[in-house]
């Protein structure tokens, strides 16, 4: 069964302390891994696209890489706007559709 | 450029009632999907539509319902509202990936709709 598995939940940091997201999957015939940040009361916002094992992206304090089964997204030295739910989701060959993990949940203390 | 934009915002409803949720893409997107979100389930996927054809559909009884029009525009159909049916109903845009591009298609979010079934 295809699969989007996010840990941890939730995630509590002091301003400055980096660490990473983990994103695990199952799904057959990969055709990108995307990560979301979602904001309360918002619609979840693109972050990056990830397309085969071993690429990464940058985007400010955050950076994402992709393995055969899992993605990190890795936090460098967070800022308190940086609290946020992070969405990981896959697409896959012939699905015409995105499937989601339940998120992580991360707080950043000032 | 408008992002997708979804009406209404915000909406209350009592069992057994339907409701009819709209969702206007990005402008050149022909591929709307159409997500539930609750806090205990997360982002569910409910349908994809691309040219008026719904190409895939999830796990949700056939009182979920939805349908594209020419101009891509979606709406989505809930009837004989349940309480369980309160939730965040989220409609995404993306631009379907041309022969030989790598894109694959990231999801554009509106604002989404929040149903209460009292």
């Known amino acids: ?46 972050l990056f696209t990830l397309y085969s094992a071993g690429e990464e992206k940058e985007k400010e304090r955050l950076k994402a890489t992709l393995t055969k089964k899992e993605s990190f997204l890795h936090i460098t030295a967070p800022k308190p706007e940086d ?28 | 450029k408008a992002g997708v934009t979804q ?14 949720l709209s969702c206007s893409p990005i402008s050149g997107h022909r591929s709307v ?3 539930q979100q609750t806090p205990g389930q997360g982002l569910q996927f ?26 891509s525009r979606s709406e989505m159909n809930v009837s004989t509202l349940e309480l369980g049916d309160s939730a965040l109903y989220l409609c995404a845009s993306s631009l379907e990936p041309s022969s030989g591009s790598s894109r694959t298609g990231e999801l554009f979010f509106g604002e989404g709709s929040r149903l209460t079934v009292l």
């Open chain 1, 83 to 110: 609290s946020a739910t992070y969405l990981c989701a896959v697409a896959y060959t012939g699905g015409f559709k995105t499937i989601f993990g339940a998120g992580t949940r991360l707080f950043v203390k000032a």
């Open chain 2, 46 to 71: 409910l349908f994809e539509y691309f040219s008026e054809t719904q190409r895939n559909k999830g796990n949700f009884p056939g009182r979920f319902s939805g349908r594209q029009f020419s101009n």
């Open chain 2, 33 to 35: 999907s159409w997500y």
């Open chain 1, 1 to 46: 069964e295809d699969q989007v598995t996010q840990s941890p939940e939730a995630l509590r940091l002091q301003e400055g302390e980096s660490s990473s997201l983990n994103c695990s999957y199952t799904v057959s015939g990969l055709r990108g891994l995307f990560w979301y940040r979602q904001d309360p009361g918002k619609g979840p916002e693109f």
């Open chain 2, 7 to 20: 009406t209404p915002r915000y909406l209350i409803k009592t069992r057994g009632q339907q409701v009819t």
